[in-house]
């Protein structure tokens, strides 16, 4: 276990103390909170990635720049016209983001390495939506109904979730197996899955989601690109 599972853990725990305490904690209040986390940890751990790019390839900053909000720009546009197109892509992309961002220090095929990104990071979100099924559907009726949440009810999330997680597990498996990861990271993704799963099953949509990405994710990335500073410029 790492200091981030630990941390995530003991955040697991400290959330059922509040639940248990205050009998649940209302919509309201579980925006606002999760909000103040994400904003604090969430765009931080975003805010350098200009500054990461331009150590690592030669583009200008004109280029970059105009690449970067004209995509931003698009994004914009394809939610105006399509919400719910606009959110699938939304998912797909952080799904590759979540499995990157966990597994960058992988060391296999790219094609290989790529593939297992999305499929982690999708098996993560497909077990946020499956065990909240209900709760998307409400969030649906807070916000006004503006996207249609029916695709989340189908029986194809069902199988979707069972399938990712046996190759997920099935692939850690593997890389263990042929060495790529070694017996103590095995069990200790193995680990996290399981508590990340735990925590979806346990807590609120927003609640869950938020401690994860909050804990597991920008804080995790924001250690690694203070390692990368560090080792770029250790003066």
């Known amino acids: 276990m790492n200091i981030f599972s630990f941390i995530y853990l003991v955040g697991i725990y400290l959330l059922m103390t509040l639940f248990n305490a205050f009998d649940g904690v209302d919509l309201e209040n579980q925006l606002m909170y999760s909000s103040i986390f994400i904003l604090i940890f969430g765009i931080p751990h975003g805010a350098i990635d200009h500054v990461l790019f ?70 993560v979100l497909l077990s946020l939506i499956f065990f909240n099924l209900d709760e998307l559907t409400d969030l649906s009726r807070y916000f006004g109904g503006t996207m249609s949440w029916s695709v989340f009810e189908s029986p194809v999330i069902r199988f979707l979730f069972f399938t990712s997680n046996i190759i997920v597990f099935s692939s850690l498996a593997l890389f263990w197996y042929f060495r790529k990861i070694t017996t103590e990271r095995f069990f200790s993704e193995f680990f996290l899955l399981v508590l990340i799963h735990f925590t979806f099953f346990l807590f609120p949509l927003i609640i869950g989601f938020s401690l994860f990405f909050v804990v597991l994710h920008s804080m995790q990335v924001l250690f690694h690109e203070f390692e990368f500073f560090t080792r770029s410029d250790p003066h």
């Open 54 to 123: 331009f150590r690592k390839r030669a583009l200008s900053p004109l280029k970059f720049y105009s690449v970067y909000l004209g995509l931003i720009g698009f994004f914009l546009c394809l939610w105006y016209f399509s919400a719910s197109f606009s959110l699938l892509l939304f998912l797909i992309i952080s799904a590759f983001h979540f499995g990157e961002s966990q597994f960058n220090d992988l060391s296999i095929k790219k094609e290989i390495q790529y593939i297992f990104y999305f499929i982690w990071g999708t098996t």
